[in-house]
T-cell receptor
């Protein structure tokens, strides 16, 4: 596609429910990143996928968070047993090399 | 741990003014530095990327400089326009961990007609 796409654009869920957020990177981009942007905070790195290498999960805040990338393309970020502090905008980015990252529009998650 | 600070947090200027946004980082071992723009409710748009070996990059009315040794970068916007109103984010990529960008909290810019 022309750019990175994410779905849904908005997600409202109840505390304790699981949610899945999807990212479609730019075709051909080998690297994919997830970030979180909380109100009043900067962007926080969550996880990074590069080709077939093991993902860098160093930014995941708890074991309730997990992500996978199927076929080296689409990625899904899963948050289990959501908490109110998980409310944020979740941004996905992709890149062809380490030079520049291209961001999607984000998914706004609200946990009630 | 790398920390990125952006000053000011918010800036309001009349249309036509030239302005400078500042970014500082604590660890000079960076691979590159990138400036982004974020409109309300939107994702990030890359504006300029400066490799660690470069001193500046220009695109239209935007000019970004990098002084790696002092841990500073500036984004200069010439002849500001109301359409420039947005939040501007600075991010650095570390030299050894290519996987992550460290972001500042941004400068919220408002350009009034």
């Amino acid at each position: 596609g022309a750019g990175v796409s994410q779905s849904p654009s908005n997600k409202v869920t109840e505390k304790g429910k699981d949610v899945e957020l999807r990212c479609d990177p730019i075709s051909g981009h080998t690297a994919l990143y997830w970030y979180r942007q909380s109100l009043g905070q900067g962007l926080e790195f969550l996880i990074y996928f590069q080709g077939n290498s093991a993902p860098d999960k160093s930014g995941l805040p708890s074991d309730r968070f997990s992500a996978e990338r199927t076929g080296g393309s689409v990625s899904t970020l899963t948050i289990q047993r959501t908490q109110q502090e998980d409310s944020a905008v979740y941004l996905c980015a992709s890149s062809l090399n380490f030079v520049e990252q291209f961001f999607g529009p984000g998914t706004r998650l609200t946990v009630l | 741990k790398q920390e990125v600070t952006q000053i000011p947090a918010a800036l309001s200027v009349p249309e036509g003014e030239n302005l400078v946004l500042n970014c500082s980082f604590t660890d000079s071992a960076i691979y590159n530095l990138q400036w982004f723009r974020q409109d309300p409710g939107k994702g990030l748009t890359s504006l300029l990327l400066i490799q660690s070996s470069q001193r500046e990059q220009t695109s239209g009315r935007l000019n970004a400089s990098l002084d790696k040794s002092s841990g500073r970068s500036t984004l200069y916007i010439a002849a500001s326009q109301p359409g420039d109103s947005a939040t501007y984010l600075c991010a650095v990529r570390p030299l050894l961990r290519y996987s992550t960008l460290t972001f500042g909290k941004g400068t919220m810019l408002l350009v009034s007609p």
